[in-house]
Structures are given as C-alpha cells and as structure tokens.
C-alpha cells in the first residue's frame, strides 16, 4: 500500500511536490506546474504547499549511515 510522504530524492524545498508525483506515479515537474498555477490565479497554493511540509511525514531514508 502506498503511503504519501515527502521525497528524498525529487526535493526543491521540503520534498512535498516530489512526494505528490512518487504516489500519483507522475512526473514532478507537472505537480511543480500544477503548484505555481495555483499559487499564481487560485492563491492558495503557497499556504497549502506549507501545510503539506509541516504534516506529511518524511520518507524513510535508503542510504546506509
């Protein structure tokens, strides 16, 4: 079952747009287009993109430390 988190490895800022695409199965630049439209002509985008990093949980590291 697929879980929505933010990317570690398609990450601009916090990774939230990365992790949309990863769960959607789509490329990112279109959810970074779809993102900046929104915050463009609807408004909301900036806020919803900071409440999408503050809520949606990090994906769990692949690299061995």
């Known amino acids: 079952m697929k ?9 601009m800022l916090a990774g939230v747009c990365g992790g949309f695409a990863e769960y959607f199965g789509i490329e990112v630049t279109w959810i ?4 900046a439209v929104a915050t463009c002509f609807v ?4 806020l919803l993109y900071i409440i999408a990093a503050i809520v949606m949980p990090k994906a ?6």
């Open 32 to 35: 970074r287009l779809i993102w």
């Open 60 to 65: 769990p590291s692949t690299e061995w430390e």
């Open 3 to 11: 879980k929505l988190r933010k990317s570690n490895d398609q990450k």
């Open 43 to 46: 408004g909301t985008g900036l």
